[in-house]
């Protein structure tokens, strides 16, 4: 995926992130090395959401480092993409103690850090890694029975946004049946985005 770096939002995602990691009312702040607010490519088309960074994350402040990390960007050259084409970040931008779930106290105190970077962004696609990624977007429904369809939501503060639920790759990598699911579904990717590309051209024009 070659193209132009987009150097104007690139400034605009670092200016959200240098003002929410000196205002965000996080409470998770108090014990994390420092915050973990996303990192891959500010122009992205794919945005890519987990849950929460892990040890070794707040350790190095870049999310999906670890074994998850890992998987993911297999699955990422499986579809023929790296790191660097898309942009991945957390519902909750500090660590958890003990890898423990977020609050959904905590996760309501960096929504409006993630708002704004979906609106920076400005992705063709977002991909939801896990439950709380996806409850944060579509409530009131099951992972189990969502994972591998895409939803086109509007929000008040977001707009129209589409969406693409998938197993988180930590639960995958234990779990065979889920890791297979998650593989399907992964493939899935190239050609959902083309065909939302493809409609949104055809509103355009
Ligand atoms: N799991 C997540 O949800 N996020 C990370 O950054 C790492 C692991």
């Known amino acids: 995926m070659e193209k132009k770096k987009n150097t104007v939002k690139e400034k605009k995602l670092e200016a959200i992130n240098a003002y929410w990691e000196k205002h965000c009312t996080c409470g998770l702040r108090e014990g994390a090395i420092q915050a973990v607010p996303g990192n891959g490519d500010a122009d992205a088309q794919i945005l890519f959401i987990g849950e929460a960074p892990g040890k070794k994350e707040d350790f190095e402040g870049i999310p999906f480092i670890g074994s998850a990390g890992k998987f993911l960007s297999e699955m990422l050259a499986s579809i023929h993409l790296k790191r660097e ?22 996760k309501e105190a960096c929504r409006q850090w993630l708002v704004d970077q979906v609106k920076s962004i400005d992705p063709v696609l977002i991909v939801t890694l896990g439950r709380h990624a996806m409850e944060n977007f579509i409530p009131d429904r099951k992972i189990s029975e969502i994972h591998g369809k895409t939803f086109c939501m509007t929000f008040p503060d977001l707009g ?10 930590a639960a995958a990598l234990y779990n065979g049946g889920l890791r297979e699911a998650l593989k399907k579904d992964f493939k899935k990717i190239p050609r959902l985005l083309r065909k939302i590309q493809k409609e949104k051209n055809s509103v355009t024009n």
């Open 85 to 106: 084409d898309i942009f991945i970040t957390n519902v909750v931008k500090y660590r958890p103690p003990e890898n423990r779930d977020p609050s959904p106290e905590e």
């Open 160 to 169: 129209m946004r589409n969406f693409f639920c998938l197993y988180h790759p």
